[in-house]
């Protein structure tokens, strides 16, 4: 008895591992031109969105500087490759949910 439920448990584990996995930019990502420089986990030109999430996590008022980061551009925090502005193509409500998506992540 106590075997299956271990064996229960590790079923659950593996499909939390694979739904974590499967995450994919969302279409708003695909639309705004992020998934150009980005993905959801591992550096491309700029880096993982995952990566993103971990290093910002917990922080008070982040959402607001990392939107503005996102609209006007820059370089200097993960390295020398500059982010473009994505404003005004993507619009600020559009910046803001990508950001909350972002740092939504874990
Ligand atoms: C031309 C390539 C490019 C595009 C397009 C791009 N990014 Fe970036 N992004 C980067 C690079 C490079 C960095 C790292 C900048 C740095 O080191 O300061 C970055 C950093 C970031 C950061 C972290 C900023 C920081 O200061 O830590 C966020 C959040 C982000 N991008 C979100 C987005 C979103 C959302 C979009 C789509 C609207 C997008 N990016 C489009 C290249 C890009």
Redesign the pocket.
């Known amino acids: 008895m106590k075997s299956i439920v271990v064996s229960m448990i590790a079923a659950a584990g593996l499909m939390a591992a694979s739904f974590a996995m499967a995450v994919d930019m969302p279409d708003l990502?695909k639309k705004?031109?992020?998934i150009?420089?980005?993905k959801i986990e591992g550096k491309l030109?700029?880096?993982g969105?995952t990566d993103?999430a971990k290093?910002?996590k917990g922080q008070a008022g982040i959402e607001a500087?990392?939107e503005a980061?996102?609209a006007k551009g820059?370089?200097?925090?993960?390295?020398p490759?500059?982010?473009?502005p994505?404003s005004p193509k993507?619009s600020a409500a559009?910046?803001k949910t990508?950001?909350t998506f972002?740092m939504g992540l874990k």
């Open positions: 990502a705004s031109g992020c150009a420089c980005h030109v700029g880096p969105w993103i290093k910002y500087k990392l980061k996102v820059g370089a200097g925090v993960w390295g490759v500059p982010m473009i994505n993507v559009d910046i990508l950001v972002i």
